[in-house]
């Protein structure tokens, strides 16, 4: 089944998709069990598509801004910047306004930050997500002493959540755990595909505005231009109309953001977000939830959702191709009824040459997986083995062929308490892979005849 969006009377609709399924921390991350099949490697996903790729400073400008960048960060961070300088990727400048990685970590430097973010914390983030883009994390991070009372006066004082008294303020910001593993795997996307673009994106966002404006070809959302327009409209996102189908976008996070993110500048620690990641991945749930999303409690409302917390398939799709602007089909691999696995929309081998054409092309592809009750550690036998307890976001970033035969793919996941690339053979990954966001022409292989007359996100 491919999730297709074809007027506004698919809002009904929506309501029934299963959620594109957060992690839950009940599952325990079940992938260990498949990762201890294999080694885990270092790998470094490499954009082929950089055309004119420059390895060398060549204007007295671009040396002076490289040398006080590299003056103002540590030693692993100037490392990862001449890595990024003898790959091409500090001076591309694929960005909508035509400025580099290297024009973008300066102005990071230089001008001033929004309040509560350091200039040197936002650079060194930057650099570390740009040159290892494995570095990304979801996780929240505790909440220090200093900080709780900011926290639960932030809670009582919204009124969008059900909290009734201080104790109720207190018990929303315990023990969360975050449910943005699908704006981290587009988070790791744009900056390991488009680095140019996501460090644009990060400067203009973590500047006093708090806020960057996106182009985008309306085409991308849905061929039908009305359609187009009235995602735009049911996700509330303002919008500016330009010439040539294309339309100027305004993209920001909650209105909280700075107090999550001002507590990581100083008390990040581990596999933590960092204040960077705090701010992208709050912009990127706030867009795709009617803006409605709150990185202190790490919850959400909207109409397309009545889940609190993550976001649908749906959702996922439409910000993935907004922060991208490319045409993305999400298709959907499992048949569920009432949280229980009844069956595939396709064979596995399909599924897997899908995303194996997908990678030809030096794409990324967001995947969603399930979550069965026999992958928890100990399973209640009492409960169905194909019942799902939950599931979690991943980005397939490669693949390789075992010894055996079998394909193995190297995937990126922000909440598994590595950071590095890790590999899941096809005989683990593919039964439990519910969705994932393809090229139209790739999607369209498996689509019933009906569906293709519809128009993708």
């Known amino acids: 089944m491919v999730m297709c969006v074809n007027g506004v009377n698919r809002i009904s609709e929506l309501s029934q998709v299963p959620n ?10 079940p992938q260990t069990q498949a990762r201890k099949q294999l080694d885990i490697v270092p790998f470094r996903a490499t954009d082929k598509a950089i055309v004119n790729v420059r390895t060398n400073l060549s204007t007295d400008d671009e040396i002076n801004k490289y040398n006080e960048i590299n ?22 400048n694929a960005s909508d306004n035509q400025t580099s990685v290297l024009d973008n970590l300066y102005s990071i430097m230089k001008t001033p930050r929004a309040e509560g973010l350091e200039n040197k914390n936002i650079l060194e983030s930057t650099i570390l997500t740009i040159g290892y883009p494995f570095s990304v994390n979801q996780k929240l991070g505790d909440i220090p ?62 500047s006093p505005q708090l806020q960057t404006e ?5 085409k991308n959302l849905c061929k039908d231009l009305n359609d187009a327009k009235w995602l735009l409209d049911a996700f509330k996102v303002p919008y500016e109309l330009l010439e040539n189908d294309k339309a100027r976008l305004t993209l920001k996070p909650d209105k909280d953001v700075l107090l999550r993110a001002s507590m990581q500048t100083k008390y990040q620690d581990g596999l933590e977000r960092n204040a960077m990641d705090v701010i992208v991945q709050s912009t990127f749930m706030n867009v795709a939830t009617q803006q409605t999303y709150n990185s202190v409690v790490d919850e959400r409302g909207g109409e ?14 439409f910000i993935e191709s907004v922060v991208q602007d490319k045409s993305t089909t999400s298709m959907i691999y499992q048949k569920i009824e009432n949280m229980q696995l009844k069956g595939y929309e396709c064979d596995f081998k399909t ?22 009750e026999n992958d928890s550690p100990n399973p209640d036998k009492s409960v169905p083995p194909n ?19 079998e394909t193995v793919f190297i995937c990126q996941d922000s909440d598994d308490n590595v950071n590095m690339p890790v590999m899941y053979p096809a005989s683990w990954l593919l039964p439990r892979l519910h969705h994932a966001g393809l090229p139209d022409d790739i999607a369209e292989r498996t689509m019933p005849p009906e569906e293709k007359t519809q128009e993708s996100v």
């Open 20 to 29: 594109s399924l957060p992690s839950v921390s009940s599952v325990q991350n």
């Open 71 to 92: 003056m103002m960060v540590g030693k692993k961070h100037q490392k990862l910047l001449r890595q990024m300088l003898k790959s091409g990727v500090l001076l591309n």
């Open 145 to 206: 002493n200093s900080y709780k009372a900011k926290f639960i006066n932030a809670v009582m004082n919204d009124k969008t959540l059900d909290v009734n008294s201080f104790k109720d303020a207190s018990a929303k910001i315990e023990d969360l755990h975050s449910s943005t593993c699908p704006v981290a795997c587009i988070e790791f996307s744009l900056a390991s595909k488009q680095p140019a673009e996501f460090a644009r994106m990060v400067n203009d966002l973590t």
């Open 214 to 218: 996106k182009v985008i070809n309306l």
């Open 304 to 317: 397309f959702s009545s889940d609190s917390t993550g976001l649908i398939e749906f959702e996922k799709t």
């Open 351 to 372: 599924a897997e040459q899908q995303i194996i054409d997908t990678l030809k092309r030096n794409q990324n592809v967001i995947i969603g997986i399930t979550y069965f």
């Open 387 to 405: 019942t799902i307890v939950g599931g979690h976001e991943i980005t397939v970033v490669g693949y390789r062929v075992a010894k055996n035969g």
